[in-house]
DNA sequence: CTAGGGTTTGGGCAGTTGTCCAAGGCGATT
DNA sequence: AATCGCCTTGGACAACTGCCCAAACCCTAG
């Protein structure tokens, strides 16, 4: 195997950890061919020698983080030994981010970006997909009576917390948590039903 | 007051409104002064008259248009009875919503925007507020013991469902509302607390 | 030593961008 | 009729963009 074979190999994986690091920094519409050479320490033609596009290179790069993000959340529900425990240890998981982390920016842009680019909006739906699997399956697991809609609206409860949450910092973990964990523990119980006011 | 004047405040107006229908459609970063000006019917140097900047004009079309969408929102609210019943209200409304509709695409588009502009930020960092303290005041006085946690959450799972929708099309609010509704109902009347594991 | 493969270089191309500005139009006031 | 204020025009500017490509490079195989 020629070391020129295993250098490009070596290049190409800079070119996506640096474009990674670039869609948090920049934003994905603000990161260019230029910029992402710099970063990588190549000359500028080397990212249309390994890609075919800019365009292509930003999405192996996002698709590939997400996945390592969401890899990264199935050990901490391993951690967790009932529903309650799970949503406390993802949150707790999620304070990591303060929302203007690079992570949490990458998902944000990615997810942006999808809305304006069918192959990338699959990708992305392929990621939220297998996360919310994962999730419902715990769930259903551990007790849980509507594992695929109750993990739904966490999936995008979560989300949508980071979202608010690189907005308005104060908007802690510990504030919603107590909130969050009623979508668990429905008051199934007893016969009433939802309408408890009037 | 002068035939002048008058024009020139219709225009700007006319640019405000071409600025929301272009960041729907082509996303923040892709409005070019160009652009704005086909769409409002004037020559490319109007844009630098009315605004000091495209992104000055970009930020007032976008807060506008989001004060318009959680001004409608109050009287949906007003029309429940229930808290319930103004979570399957305000999802209803959300029908409306595909997710990638103009109104949506507007308000992610502002979101991922804002984590670049500070200015921005604050600014869109204000509507969502004003939306939570609204929800917050009508939870409370329809019996919802924590109205402020349960804003948060409520306007969090919301933003972040629109967002997955977005992604992957088979989400519907009737799937969700079932589960979201919990959040309203907290299984407070049995004498055990949160901590239901272990 | 030569030939060949994969990789890298740096400049070139045509197009777009935000911003600015000298020049002109036009109705109201003097 | 002349002047004034506001608005509008269309082009100029430098800086950027994605993509491409002839040439050079370097290491291995023959």
Chains 1, 2 share one sequence.
Do not use: C
């Amino acid at each position: 195997m020629s070391t020129a074979a295993e250098q490009g190999r070596a290049v190409r994986r800079r070119l996506l950890r640096a474009a990674a690091e670039l869609i948090a920094e920049r934003g994905w519409r603000a990161v260019s061919t230029r910029v992402l050479a710099e970063r990588a320490g190549v000359a500028p033609g080397v990212v249309h020698y390994h890609f075919t596009s800019v365009q292509a290179l930003l999405t192996e790069a996002a698709i590939g983080a997400m996945r390592d993000v969401v890899d990264g959340l199935g050990p901490v529900l391993d951690r967790a030994r009932t529903p309650a425990e799970a949503v406390d240890l993802l949150l707790a998981s999620l304070d990591d981010y303060t929302g203007n982390d690079p992570a949490s920016l990458l998902f944000t842009e990615a997810y942006l970006a999808a809305t304006r680019d069918a192959e990338l909006r699959q990708a992305v739906g392929g990621v939220v997909v297998d996360f919310r699997r994962k999730l419902a399956g715990w769930l259903g697991e551990h007790g849980v009576r509507t594992p695929e809609e109750t993990a739904a609206v966490l999936a995008a409860a979560i989300d949508g917390f980071l979202l608010h949450r690189a907005l308005e910092p104060s908007l802690s973990a510990a504030t919603v948590a107590p909130v969050l964990r009623r979508i668990l523990a429905p008051p199934q119980f007893r016969g009433r039903t939802q309408r408890k006011g009037r």
